[in-house]
C-alpha cells in the first residue's frame, strides 16, 4: 500500500494551493480519508476527514470555511483544497487510510505559508 501527496509549496498568506494523496494497492473506495498536518514542536492534528462514500466530512475548526476535502473513487485519490492560507497553516500535511483495523499513512508533503 502506497499513499502518495504532492502539492505542497511556499504560498504567500492569503494564497491557495491544492494537496493531493494518490493511493495504491489498496481498495479506495471503501477506505475513510482524512488530512493531519503537524507543525515543528507541536502534536499531529486531524484537519479534515471524509468518509468511504464522500457522505460525511469534518474539519478542525481552524480551518472550516478555507479548506475543502474531497475524493475521486476513480483516481484512488483525496484532495485538499486550501484557500486563504495562515501562516499558522506551516506544517508537514499527511493523508491517511483507514478501515477497520486497517490504517495507512502518507510520507507528508511541506506546506509553507510566509511572505
Known amino acids: 500500500v502506497q499513499l502518495v501527496e504532492s502539492g505542497g509549496g511556499l504560498v504567500q498568506p492569503g494564497g491557495s494551493l491544492r494537496l493531493s494523496c494518490a493511493a495504491s494497492g489498496l481498495t479506495f473506495s471503501i477506505y475513510d480519508m482524512s488530512w493531519y498536518r503537524q507543525a515543528p514542536g507541536k502534536e499531529r492534528e486531524l484537519v479534515a476527514a471524509?468518509?468511504?462514500?464522500?457522505?460525511?466530512?469534518n474539519y478542525v475548526d481552524s480551518v472550516k470555511g478555507r479548506f475543502t476535502i474531497s475524493r475521486d473513487n476513480a483516481k484512488n485519490t483525496v484532495y485538499l483544497q486550501m484557500n486563504s492560507l495562515k501562516p499558522e497553516d506551516t506544517a508537514v500535511y499527511h493523508c491517511?487510510?483507514?478501515?477497520?483495523?486497517?490504517?495507512?499513512w502518507g510520507q507528508g508533503t511541506q506546506v509553507t505559508v510566509s511572505s
Open positions: 471524509m468518509s468511504s462514500a464522500g457522505g460525511s466530512t
Open positions: 491517511r487510510a483507514r478501515f477497520k483495523w486497517l490504517d495507512y
